[in-house]
């Protein structure tokens, strides 16, 4: 068992960067540790990563010292268990829209008595061989991220209640879900509101985050950290096609100049 070294961070008021992964790549997840991000974002709901590549997702993430947090397809407590047992240190879970699926996600995702999380002697416990029960329930209970999306004017709506959930610990506001909501306002519009949702979960004592970000977008990241954003979120592949790109026109241009 390990320390959440992104949630002791984020208790120290730091900015956290994670990677978005959607596919079964260990070597993207040891690369971004290198590269000193926080977090590996495990994105279960679009990407198309089984529960076994998951757990190899993990092991690479610890061997390499950065977090492992994915992102759920749904909110079931069976689905919620699946993840936590094979290593995963945070949930992110979307279209939270009402302060009763937040006490259920965050129920399901911490053993008594915090919670109701189903008890097993796996992975997640080092095999019951570093720390007996309760101790490692307690720890583990200590170290999870329990991160809810706040992605639909409901959820905007009923943000406050939300937030008055014990357990939750990041709301995560994420730009495309929250405008296809909106009804597809210019970004200007989708940008106020997520700023909105970060200083009220500021304001309430819960880490606040931001996803959809443009990887060139450095301005608009720092504006909503500013705002009290501690928690971002970028797609690996975004920051792939920038290198990329960025290595295209610069053999251009130094072919065109001779």
Known sequence: MRVNTTKAKLAKGKVVLGGIVSGFSPEIVELLALLQFDFVFLDCEHGSMNEDQVEHMVRAAESFGITPIARIPNHEDSTILRYLD????????????????????AAASRYHPLGHRGSASGRAHDYGVTMARPDSMAFINDNVLVIPMCEEVEAVSNLDSILAVPGIDVVHVASGDLGQSMGHPPMAEVRKVMSDVVKKTKAAGKWAGIGGNGVTDHTGIADLVRDGAQFVTIPALGLLRIGAEQFRDGVAAAIAAK
Not at 86 to 104: F, K, M, S, Y
Request: a neutral charge; glycine letters at 10%.
């Open 86 to 105: 094979r290593g995963v240190q945070g949930l992110i879970i979307p279209h939270i829209n009402t302060a009763e699926a937040a006490v259920a996600v």
